[in-house]
């Protein structure tokens, strides 16, 4: 079990160190050569670039820091460690990539490249529990107490900012920028929501004590045993009920393989999860 937990630990570990790698590229490769805006933090820190010069690495990081001392008791111990991870790396990668181009003039092309980019990297930060502050973090609370889509409460805070921005950039770069915001958040939706299904899994075993065991044992995962019965032969039966992630099912597989072969398995598509080990009812 726990080297599961740390083997999960890595994984969102290298989830938010490439989120924040490809949302640094999304700014420094098509948003700033191409006098865009953004949302957020960083649309803020992009617009102070433009003005007045200041890194946007630099800037970001402040402001965010400052946020976060704000706001961090708002959080769960876990998100504030990786939005700390995350604030922290995205700086770094935006002050290492700061020179690097593509040679493309074209901007639809850029707009719609650069919304891809943020919408993929704040989303693989997402998914894992962590934010990138600023918007993120709004988002975040009001997903968790007003119960936001958190992909359109982002959308909402950062047509505030870009809205804003139209007295340093002009009224057609924030139609560009509104344009990157909107397939920002539908890429992140995707991310969220279209690659970490969740599947919840119904066993019929006459093993299936020693599966739930093991189910608990290795995958820290709760099992709920329902009562049934055979319509045809009238025997009681009973029933697991087992809710894991896309990539926890080929573990659980295996599992119930080496208890029963002859477990009888279903497995369904579900999307929204609530409780213990996934998301709070109350966030």
């Known amino acids: 079990m726990e080297v599961y937990r740390m083997k999960k630990r890595a994984f969102d570990m290298i989830m938010l160190l490439i989120g924040a790698f490809i949302f640094a590229l999304a700014v420094n490769l098509f948003v700033i050569p191409n006098d865009f805006g953004e949302g957020g933090v960083t649309g803020i820190s992009i617009i102070l670039y433009y003005v ?3 890194s946007p690495a630099l800037v970001g990081i402040v402001i965010n820091g400052i ?5 961090y008791k708002l959080l769960d111990k876990k998100t504030t460690v990786y939005t700390i991870i995350v604030v922290a790396f995205h700086s770094l990668f935006l002050h290492l990539t700061e020179n690097w181009r593509i040679a493309s003039d074209e901007p ?7 919304g891809l980019f943020a919408g993929v990297g704040i989303g693989l930060i997402v998914r894992v529990g962590g934010t990138t502050a600023g918007t993120v973090l709004l988002a ?16 909402f805070f950062d047509l505030i900012v870009a809205g804003l921005s139209v007295f340093v950039i002009g009224i057609e770069k924030v139609m560009f920028t509104v344009v990157i915001l909107y397939i920002g958040t539908k890429a992140m939706e995707f991310i969220i929501e279209g690659l970490n299904p969740k599947k919840a899994v119904t066993i019929i075993s006459t093993h299936h004590d020693r599966i739930a065991i093991r189910v608990t044992e290795i995958m ?15 025997q009681t039966k009973d029933v697991l009920y087992i809710v894991i992630s896309k990539q926890e099912v080929s573990m659980l597989k295996k599992i119930v393989r080496a208890e029963d072969k002859n477990a009888f398995v279903t497995i369904h598509d579900v999307r929204d999860v609530f409780g213990e080990g996934f998301i709070d009812i109350s966030k």
């Open 67 to 71: 946020l976060l001392i704000v706001g």
């Open 108 to 114: 639809v092309i850029n707009a719609i490249f650069a």
């Open 220 to 234: 820290d995962r709760g099992v709920t045993v329902l009562r049934g019965y055979g319509y045809y032969t009238g």
């Open 52 to 54: 007045l010069k200041w």
């Open 140 to 155: 975040r609370l009001a997903n968790k107490y007003w119960d936001w889509n958190i992909s359109y409460a982002l959308l």
